[in-house]
């Protein structure tokens, strides 16, 4: 089975503070990880991947196989970063197209 | 950039009434889904679909739940008998292959009273 944990639900920080949103996650075999952003009435967007290993508006995540965990992770965050970050997992079923298995989702505040 | 459409965005039916949730996904993508997050809780996969029948789905898509892709360019999820535990925010979404970044709509509310 898979699971991803995200524990906290809120998460408020002030305007150039660094910001750490925490994800674990289980699974047997070799999970894609992935970090999904809802911005207030607007669609879920795909973030960044632990594949490819980029930094998108400045968030980074890295996959700790150890530990079990993606944690998202910025270093100054803006105002414009407030919104609801959902991690997730995909298996590894190549031709079918995996399910995506979600955490509970992290609402960012980023106060001024 | 090419998008995922949903239709409408906001359902209201009565218990026990048969409602089809409306997507289009984006036009040179293969694999199509439902999820569904009933309010204060996380989105959950409901089914996925490619090559024109359902390859995988949870515990939560019943009986009561089908999707069709009846032309082209729409995929459908049908609920047949609505309950009040089905009102949530049903997202479509869609991929070009099975491991490529997954592309949402913006969601249909569906509040079933």
């Known amino acids: 089975a898979q699971r991803v944990t995200q524990p906290e639900k809120l998460l408020s920080v002030f305007k150039g503070a660094p910001v750490e949103l925490k994800c674990n996650y289980s699974?047997?075999?070799?999970?894609?990880l992935f970090w999904y952003v809802q911005y207030s009435r607007q669609r879920l967007q795909l973030l960044l991947r632990?594949?490819s290993r980029e930094s998108i508006k400045g968030f980074t995540a890295d996959l700790n196989k150890g530990e079990t965990s993606f944690h998202l992770k910025k270093p100054f965050a803006q105002e414009e970063d407030s919104a609801m970050y959902y991690c997730a997992l995909s298996g590894d079923k190549e031709t079918s197209g995996s399910r995506l298995t979600f955490g509970e989702g992290t609402q960012l505040t980023v106060n001024p | 950039e090419p998008e995922v459409t949903q239709t409408p965005s906001h359902q209201v039916t009565q218990m026990g009434q048969e409602v089809i949730l409306r997507c289009v996904p984006i036009s040179n993508h293969l694999y199509f889904y439902w999820y569904r997050q009933i309010l204060g809780q996380k989105v959950e996969f409901l089914v996925s679909f490619y090559n024109n029948e359902i390859s995988e789905k949870s515990e939560i898509f019943d009986d009561q739940f089908s999707v069709e892709r009846p032309d082209g360019s729409n995929f459908t999820l049908k609920i047949r008998s609505t309950k009040l535990e089905d009102s949530a925010m049903y997202f479509c979404?869609?991929?070009?292959?099975?491991?490529?970044?997954?592309?949402f709509g913006n969601g249909t509310r569906l509040t079933v009273t």
């Open positions: 632990h594949i």
């Open positions: 979404a869609s991929r070009v292959r099975g491991l490529s970044p997954l592309h």
């Open positions: 699974y047997s075999g070799s999970p894609e």
